[in-house]
């Protein structure tokens, strides 16, 4: 098989592991706190991380990384944003707002660039300006005609987009990062499960014997799409492997309205059509762009 169907292969995986089967995850243990989960996500995925890292050959990038005190600062903020992140997913889901999750993971490309042009001072097209306005539109839109700030898709959207912009100071693989930013959050963890433990309060082999059984599960949750997109990332062009994106979003909006049966109103629609069409008007300024630099080779 070649090198670049296989990435397709794996990109297709891995962002169905984050459209689909996350949100199944997620709702499965919903009968726990949303900050519980976390724990759980952060401990397990650290633990698993651990043997990875070493089997991989990769102790001595983390070392190195360890001694680069610029770099920690870095994933010290970086960690910040992924675990508000992490928090109001599981929150969300767990509260059945998966439509408004998946709003969130469509805006996030048109925050990017937007965040591009204000923080690196990346040129941005006409194309481009076009289409976060429409994103604009449709926010203020929803705000006007629901009565509500879309909070949660905005909250997504932005801390996604400040984890990956800080993320790219760091020259560091995905694998060691995250294995650094859960070693931060490990202490915030265990004050928080030893918390739980002594008020009683800790579901994880106190309540079902299926909850406790699958809240270890958070890690692989986190790790098994983190390799399968970093497999897809070294096999295709990274143009290539930003329309894989809109395969998460899509399958939690359907996994949302046809099996959890969220209610997505005409309002909400009209929001969502809002964004389709900017990302459409922002794929194809990518495509001409990519077909103008192949014609001046």
Do not use: C
């Amino acid at each position: 098989m070649k090198e670049e169907k296989l990435g397709f292969i794996f990109a297709i995986l891995a962002f169905f592991f984050w459209g689909a089967i996350a949100p199944i995850y997620f709702k499965e243990v919903s009968s726990v706190s949303a900050l519980e989960i976390l724990v759980h996500r952060i401990i397990w995925s650290f633990l698993i991380l651990i043997p990875i890292v070493f089997i991989s050959k990769q102790g001595k990038v983390l070392l190195k990384l360890l001694k680069n005190i610029k770099q920690l600062r870095y994933l010290f903020l970086s960690t910040l944003f992924v675990s508000v992140n992490w928090l109001i997913f599981i929150w969300a889901v767990s509260n059945d707002k998966i439509i408004e999750t998946s709003l969130g993971y469509y805006i996030n490309p048109l925050i990017n660039v937007l965040f591009g042009f204000l923080f690196f001072n990346e040129r941005m097209s006409k194309n481009q300006y076009l289409a976060i306005f429409i994103a604009f539109i449709a926010v203020v839109y929803q705000i006007y005609s629901i009565g509500t700030f879309p909070l949660i898709s905005l909250s997504l959207a932005i801390s996604f987009a400040l984890y990956g912009m800080i993320r790219k100071k760091v020259s560091v693989g995905s694998v060691v990062g995250l294995f650094v930013e859960t070693m931060i959050l490990m202490p915030f963890a265990l004050v928080y499960l030893f918390y739980l433990l002594n008020t009683s309060s800790l579901a994880f082999l106190s309540t079902s014997t299926y909850i406790s059984f699958m809240l270890p599960f958070g890690g692989l949750m986190t790790i098994i799409p983190l390799l399968l997109f970093n497999g897809a990332a070294i096999r295709m062009k990274l143009t290539t492997l930003g329309f894989f994106q809109y395969i998460g979003p899509t399958l939690s909006l359907l996994l949302a309205v046809f099996i959890y049966n969220e209610e997505l109103g005409s309002d909400k629609l009209i929001s969502f059509i809002l964004i389709w069409l900017a990302l459409v008007i922002f794929s194809l300024d990518t495509i001409l762009k990519k077909f103008k630099t192949k014609s001046h080779i």
